[in-house]
């Protein structure tokens, strides 16, 4: 093929790995943007953080996961 996918044991684990980056700097984007501003609900905050720190795991178990031989 070529000499850039020739480097991974596997045609997706670009795929995966990219993903997973892409669901981590969302995630980051999303606790950079403040979203607990914009209501007045204590509970409904700490359910969004727990969301973004879900997303955060997914993303680095995805990648992990992509990474594996």
Do not use: C, K, Y
């Amino acid at each position: 093929m070529n000499g850039f996918t020739d480097r991974f044991a596997d045609r997706l684990e670009p795929l995966g790995v990219t993903t997973g980056a892409f669901l981590v700097v969302v995630a980051l984007g999303t606790i950079a943007g403040m979203p607990w501003t914009t209501n007045g609900s204590v509970l409904v905050s700490a359910v969004q953080l727990l969301g973004v720190a879900g997303m955060i795991a997914i993303g680095v178990g995805l990648a992990w996961l992509a990474r594996l031989e």
